[in-house]
């Protein structure tokens, strides 16, 4: 039962260069997330993803964009990335019926951004 | 805005019991969650708690909820070196959002 997949698990990137985040999930779930954690600041909100065809913004959308490709697949796109973009980057996903479905996390990505 | 706070180490003694505490601001909160990261790992659900309880008892886990005061706490009963970890309190905050902590380290030592 894989649950929620990441990849890359670790990427370097230079500043300027782009890159996609790949999440997919085999639960079935509607909603999904990304975050990014940063030492000391827990997890921020970036793009969530309510039902397949809609995408909202977060706490902290400047300089990603996302898509919701179908319903498994929820990616994240870094399209000049910048040092302070280093961080830790989690998928979730839950599954909206009543307000007491948990969010299931991947294992995150650790991007590096030189 | 709505802000979710803890304290960031603790630092206990293996067979003894930890205690987590959180506050939390936002009072529309209906679920309260505790999840736990290990090293190089994602975020594991430990348990929650619904708005209106003001206490959950599970295995070695109790949450206990005081909603005037906007205070939840974890506490882990018989700590292991396995309990090492980070433990994230999060508060549902609107529809289909979470407000996550900063996370408490626990270390657990012999």
């Known amino acids: 039962n894989a649950g929620v997949t990441q990849t890359p698990k670790f990427q370097v990137l230079k500043t300027g260069q782009s890159m996609t985040l790949q999440c997919a999930q085999d639960?079935?779930?509607?909603?999904m997330y990304w975050y990014r954690q940063d030492p000391g600041m827990g997890l921020r909100l970036i793009y969530y993803?309510?039902?397949?065809?809609?995408?909202d913004k977060g706490e902290v959308p400047n300089g990603y964009n996302v898509s919701r490709l179908n319903k498994r697949e929820f990616s994240l796109r870094l399209e000049s990335a910048a040092p302070s973009q280093t961080s830790v980057y989690f998928c979730a996903s839950r599954y909206v019926r009543g307000s007491n479905q948990p969010q299931h996390f991947g294992d995150g990505t650790r991007l590096s951004i030189l | 805005g709505e802000d979710v706070e803890q304290s960031l180490f603790l630092s206990v003694r293996e067979g003894d019991s930890s205690v987590i505490n959180c506050t939390y601001t936002d009072s529309s909160s209906t679920y309260l969650y505790w999840y736990k990261q290990e090293p190089g790992a994602g975020l594991q659900l430990l348990t929650y708690?619904?708005?209106?309880?003001d206490m959950k008892q599970d295995q070695r886990l109790t949450v206990l909820l005081n909603k005037k005061d906007k205070h939840l706490s974890l506490r882990i009963a018989d700590t292991q070196t396995g309990d090492s970890a980070i433990y994230f309190c999060a508060a549902s905050g609107g529809y289909n959002k979470l407000i996550f902590g900063a996370g408490t380290r626990l270390a657990v030592h012999p």
């Open positions: 993803s309510a039902s397949e065809g809609t995408t």
């Open positions: 708690i619904f708005s209106n309880m």
């Open positions: 639960m079935n779930h509607n909603s």
